[in-house]
């Protein structure tokens, strides 16, 4: 029998790669002809050349962040615009509901299509407490991807891109006072202990993907194929959408039980403060995208209407 | 002496490429403490400067034969095995930097003209990997270069 | 059709086999790595893995140190810095057995002190130590040996970029496993002097006797210390006060060793020109290395080596030692071959489960895992510091470099062995400062 080969860039213990393999637990022991294997950890490939590999069938099946590869993804990255994005459940229904429409799938024609859902919206970790965006100016922050970078300029800031496992170096020795990330990240790294203050606004968010090669999955049976069309789509966007903002929960309310961390919660008017100061966030995001060929105001008015029906 | 001269120039380049992106790194550090900016995009600029100097050293080392061995068998039996296997080596060396040619200019093909950028300078893929390409082009001329100095002065001693 | 567990197994050895015949050992592993995954993955995956492996090669920011470490050392080197230490050192202890070997020991835990990598480490005390050493009459073997083992001290103390990686890995604390460091340390130091002197003592390796030097010229040796011990301080001084990052150090010691030469005036055009160039010759030998290591690193995951090794585990949970000596055996075989940074990725995610599983301490764990895989470092045949000190001094051979080593695998091997029979050298400091 065939053996996938499915690659996550997170180590093992982590949630992504523990989402995938609960996944494949469900999935491989109904294959027939076929069997998955998680090779978790990077060992398979860095973050950014995860969709090179799969595209090339290195791994017949990735998790791939689509903004790890600047350019290549561009209507999957409205999902960067500050204000769409309160919980994963949000973004998740946003790609589906784009991908139902037709308009991502110029993008992902090299990929057969697993699953697309997104983190939740990523809140300010800092080592001084940021209630509005006026306390991040002048600041150096460590930002998720350029776009998030440009953002922050918005806000007299500026985004450093340091890599996961530095960030909390790199605030300890104040090399950058903070990061925009989620909560997973934050415990994960132990942010909590250089930067114990958790801003409750939403700023950026990263869509996610889990796509396979276009050609293992026609190697596939016909049997096989039903198989894992069964547990692929939306309703498994759903499922880790539904994990990923349970997971979170739980986190927030493990610090909130532990003390230590100062949560700085928003009203109207501090929340309507932070609007204010990405509202150029969306005209840069459009802006962006003049040479990708897509529609880039058609989509980002659809993904606003989706997010507020929500 | 002509070759020596390109080596040599070859390696200043590199070296150049190393104290290029150690000064960006101190600037930033310097600026950090001192004006409390950062100098935007200091962490990619230097990567990539130190990680061209590093692509440029490779070609010098294969045609100087430079790169590591383990030499165990030369050293204990010259007369038997030096050539042989210094010839051996050279070979397989020019194998390994022909297959690395393919591969590295396959995908600075498959990505020219492309959308994908860096992340933080925004500079074409397409673009820096065609120079990655390039090295590994004169990489092979390197590695050619020093099979046929192994070949010449295998025949010498026949 | 081979299996690909068989084919892993094969491609190992017909690696080794090569190194053998002298192929240069990046050309051997990429060789077979490449040829190995055409196997199992078909040309176009093939093309694209080494595509990408080369580019995240090249492009990895933590590697950058390397170039930089080894562009301070030539630029200390050639402004005179590292030799007058050297020379300062000889006046002062050389007159001892040994004197000079133990000297390289502490030098290099201080040059440990400001760099996170063990080649670096190895390379800079390579150009700085092993000449002295060798003009000094010591034996090659153990002047090459001391070196080699003295680098493997860059990963342990820290900054530690091997470290950093483990906390992610096994999502530790950073500064836990920082503070555990601190017994390993001195066990290192104290059992590398032992593996100096035991061999001398038995007349096993050659370091000469000097006469002990006229006390002005020990008070004059005493001032020539205090240059590099500036440039040392300000480097700690600048990352332990937070002016800079780990990362960063290596630009900074650039800069600063850089400003030291000019403005004593010992550091001439001529001299940077040659760090320069020096510098990129061996940097040329080592990416190609790194680049192939990890091509190799990638063709053994996809043979299913590590999956099968993971199996063995599965009825040995109830002993922690029957784990953990499965686990030094497979870590002694694979450092044979493989660079440590490219096992610990490929090994980690593997066995932090099954110590987790097995009651073993994981702050523990990764003191030894980091303590086992740099004793791949200096050993046989593959040991990327020995191929690190055979670039910078070619005409020392491969034999004598292995013979030289051996004492220091020895004490290696001791020192895990201590820590598994006292883990609390390990756990008492996280222990009490926590
Ligand atoms: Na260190
Ligand atoms: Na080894």
């Known amino acids: 029998a065939q053996e996938l080969r499915v690659s996550s860039f997170e180590p093992a213990p982590g949630f992504f790669s523990q989402t995938l393999q609960a996944w494949i637990d469900e999935v491989s022991p109904e294959l027939t002809d076929a069997s998955m294997r998680l090779y978790p950890g990077g060992i398979l490939g860095a973050p950014p050349a995860q969709a090179d590999l799969v595209a090339a069938g290195v791994a017949d099946i990735a998790f791939v962040v689509p903004t790890y590869t600047a350019g290549l993804f561009p209507a999957t990255s409205v999902i960067e615009v500050p204000g769409l994005i309160d919980h994963s459940a949000t973004g998740t229904e946003i790609l589906n509901t784009l991908l139902e429409e037709g308009v991502l799938t110029g993008e992902y024609a090299d990929y057969h299509i697993i699953a697309l859902f997104t983190t939740p919206g990523y809140r300010v970790f800092s080592a001084e407490p940021v209630t509005l965006p006026t306390d991040l100016e002048g600041m150096r922050m460590r930002s998720p991807s350029a776009f998030g970078a440009r953002v922050l300029e918005m806000m007299g800031a500026s985004g450093v891109p340091i890599p996961a496992p530095q960030v909390y170096e790199n605030i300890e020795r104040d090399v950058v006072s903070g990061a925009i990330w989620a909560m997973d990240a934050y415990r994960t790294f132990r942010l909590y202990e250089v930067a114990p203050n958790i801003t409750e606004t939403r700023l950026v968010a990263s869509p996610l993907a889990i796509l396979m090669n276009r050609d293992s999955y026609n190697r596939l049976s016909e049997a096989d194929r039903a198989v894992l069309d069964a547990h692929s789509g939306r309703a498994l966007a759903e499922w880790i959408a539904a994990r990923i903002d349970t997971g979170e929960a739980e986190i927030d309310a493990a610090l909130k039980q532990a003390g230590g961390v100062t949560f700085i919660s928003m009203d109207a008017q501090t929340q309507a403060a932070w609007d204010e100061a990405v509202a150029a966030a969306s005209d840069a995001w459009v802006a962006g995208q003049a040479d990708a060929g897509i529609d880039a105001d058609a989509i980002l008015a659809r993904a606003r209407e989706i997010s507020a029906a929500q | ?158 | 059709m081979l299996s690909g567990l068989t084919l892993g197994g094969i491609g190992f050895a017909v690696a080794i086999a090569l190194i053998l015949l002298e192929v240069p050992v990046g050309v051997a592993m990429g060789l077979v790595a490449l040829v190995g995954c055409a196997m199992i993955l078909g040309v176009e995956g093939t093309l694209a893995i080494g595509a990408t492996t080369t580019w995240e090669s090249v492009t990895n920011y933590t590697l950058t140190m390397l170039p930089l470490f080894v562009l301070m050392g030539n630029l200390a080197a050639n402004s005179g810095l590292s030799s007058r230490l050297y020379m300062a050192m000889r006046t002062l202890i050389g007159h001892r057995r040994g004197g000079l070997a133990l000297a390289t020991i502490g030098a290099s835990a201080g040059f440990g002190m400001i760099s996170g990598s063990s080649l670096a480490t190895t390379a800079t005390m390579g150009r700085i130590a092993l000449p002295e050493m060798r003009a000094a009459g010591y034996s090659n073997s153990l002047s090459a040996g001391t070196v080699a083992a003295g680098g493997t001290l860059g990963i342990l103390i820290p900054p530690s970029t091997v470290l950093v990686i483990y906390a992610f890995l096994a999502e530790q604390s950073i500064r836990k496993l920082l503070l555990a460091t601190a017994g390993p340390i001195l066990l290192a130091v104290l059992l590398y002097c032992l593996a100096i002197w035991l061999p001398i003592m038995a007349g096993r390796s050659g370091a000469p006797l000097h006469a002990r030097a006229e006390q002005a010229a020990r008070t004059a040796a005493l001032a020539e210390l205090l240059p590099p011990v500036g440039v040392f301080a300000i480097i700690m001084g600048g990352l332990w006060t937070g002016f800079f990052t780990a990362n960063e150090t290596a630009a900074v010691g650039v800069a600063v060793v850089l400003l030291y030469g000019v403005l004593s005036r010992r550091l001439s055009f001529d001299g940077i020109v040659k760090a320069v160039t020096d510098t990129a010759v061996t940097c040329g030998g080592l990416y190609l290395v790194l680049i192939a290591a990890n091509l190799f690193n990638f063709f053994l995951t996809l043979s299913g080596l590590p999956f099968s090794l993971t199996s063995m585990f599965g009825g040995l949970l109830d002993q922690p030692l029957m784990v953990l000596l499965l686990m030094s055996a497979i870590y002694l075989v694979m450092g044979t071959l493989m660079d440590s940074l490219a096992m610990l990725l490929l090994t980690v995610p593997l066995f932090v489960p099954i110590a987790e599983a097995a009651h073993i301490d994981l702050i523990w764990f990764g003191i030894y895992a980091v303590m086992v895989v740099e004793m791949g470092l200096i050993t046989p045949p593959v040991g990327m510091n020995l191929f690190v000190l055979k670039a910078t001094s070619p005409d020392i051979k491969m034999t004598e470099l292995w013979r030289g080593v051996l004492p220091f695998v020895l004490a290696d091997v001791v020192r895990v062995l201590l820590i598994v029979a006292f883990p609390i050298i390990v756990l008492w400091l996280p222990q009490v400062a926590l």
């Open chain 2, 1 to 158: 002496m002509k070759r020596g001269i390109l080596s040599h120039v070859t390696l200043l380049l590199a070296g150049s490429c190393f104290l290029l992106g150690a000064g960006a790194t101190v600037w930033d550090v310097i600026l950090r403490s001192f004006a409390g900016r950062n100098l935007p995009g200091v962490i990619e600029f230097t990567t990539l400067s130190i990680g061209f100097g590093a692509l440029l050293s490779i070609p010098v080392c294969y045609a100087r034969d430079q790169k590591v061995t383990a030499r165990l068998l030369s050293e204990l039996s010259p007369r038997l095995f030096k050539h042989a296997l210094g010839i051996l080596g050279a070979v397989f060396s020019t194998v390994f930097a022909a297959m690395m040619l393919w591969i590295t200019a396959q995908f600075a093909h498959s990505k020219w003209g492309g959308p994908e950028t860096t992340q933080d300078l925004m500079l074409p893929m397409g673009i820096l990997l065609t120079v990655v390409a390039l090295t590994f082009a004169a990489s092979l001329a390197g590695a050619l270069y020093n099979l046929v100095i192994k070949l010449r002065g295998a025949l010498r001693n026949a």
